[in-house]
């Protein structure tokens, strides 16, 4: 009954459209927060986690909806940084969920989805593909270090996919219309950068 409460009348509601997906940010915190107080993240209960799960993968999917199919997207505040706060919450829930071995895979999927989240956060803010690029190997060649350096092998494969999108982005997009010189001279950095791989 909460979780239909939560949903219906608390979430589509009582929630202007503008502060829909800042409430999807915040509904897991929420709950995550009481589940601590309680000494138990079941004390919500099965039906409250789903409610929550589904307003927050609602709004998560609304940052990679273009602006001419959710042109209300423009209307929330502060709509630019909502991508990479949804990326460090996801990371602050890999982070503590890959500590209880019954919520490892579900980490798992959090830290990809906020690989992703960062990655749709670039095409968003910057204009130049190269630009967006060059975010993209950072945050490979950051999720890699730090996987090195606390010996965390899901990490360390997490940062594959970043890193095979930035260089297939590189491959097909970015230096396709560059002139010859620097199209070899970038197939030169990216054959090195895989060797280095």
């Not at 190997?137 to 940062?159: E, F, V, Y």
Request: positive net charge; aromatic residues 12%; contains cysteine.
């Amino acid at each position: 009954y909460v979780a239909l409460v939560l949903v219906h009348a608390g979430y589509f509601e009582s929630v202007p459209a503008q502060w829909a997906p800042w409430v999807g940010l915040a509904v897991i915190p929420l709950v995550g927060a009481y589940a601590a107080l309680r000494g138990d993240m079941k004390a919500p209960g099965t039906p409250l986690w789903f409610a929550v799960a589904l307003i927050f993968v609602a709004n998560y999917s609304r940052l990679f909806a273009g602006h001419s199919m959710m042109p209300e997207i423009r209307d929330v505040p502060a709509h630019d940084l909502l991508a990479l706060c949804y990326a460090a919450e996801l990371y602050l829930g890999y982070y503590f969920l890959r500590k209880i071995p019954s919520m490892k895979e579900i980490g798992r999927i959090a830290l990809y989805a906020g690989h992703i989240a960062i990655m749709a956060w670039a095409i968003q803010i910057f204009e130049s593909r190269f630009v967006v690029s060059l975010v993209w190997g950072a945050l490979a060649l950051g999720c890699l270090l730090l996987s090195l350096n606390r010996r965390d092998k899901i990490l360390g494969q997490s940062s594959l996919l970043v890193f095979a999108a930035s260089v297939f982005k590189a491959l097909l997009y970015d230096i396709a219309l560059a002139a010859p010189l620097i199209r070899i001279a970038s197939l030169l950095v990216l054959g090195a950068s895989l060797y280095l791989r």
